[in-house]
């Protein structure tokens, strides 16, 4: 499972100031993702869950990518492809990556709406 976190856990570090580099980095990539019309990038979201502990084996880092799709009730099968875009946009940059893992992330989510978070990896 740590190898499978390995790669997307890398992509933003968010502690000190070269944290805000990939951070930013973050932020140009993803509002890139998309035109206008498909599209809107929001933000992303850091989530710890301090109540698992260190050692579980159980993702306890994330990171939340967070679009509004231009229709609004999109088929199954564009927001798939959707997300499929968003994830393979971040592993491709493997400077990110490395950047997240090293700052502990276990996963990233892309969300596009406030119900529903879809894994990357």
């Keep these: 499972m740590r190898t499978r976190l ?8 968010l ?12 932020d140009v990539l993803m509002s890139q ?8 990038y929001i933000g992303f979201e850091s989530v ?13 880092k994330y990171l939340i990518v967070d679009f509004r799709l231009a229709e609004q009730n999109p088929e199954s099968e564009q927001l798939q492809a959707s997300v499929h875009k968003v994830c393979m946009t971040l592993l491709k940059d493997r ?17 596009f709406d406030r119900k529903s978070q879809f894994d990357c990896l």
């Design 6 to 13: 390995y790669a997307f856990a890398s992509a933003v570090a």
């Design 15 to 26: 502690s000190m100031p070269a944290s805000q580099v990939h951070a930013e980095n973050l």
């Design 33 to 40: 993702v998309f035109s206008n019309q498909e599209a809107t």
């Design 48 to 60: 710890e869950r301090e109540d698992i502990p260190e050692q579980a084996a159980v993702d306890r």
């Design 95 to 111: 400077a990110l990556v490395r950047s997240l893992s090293d700052s502990g992330y276990d996963m990233v989510s892309v969300a």
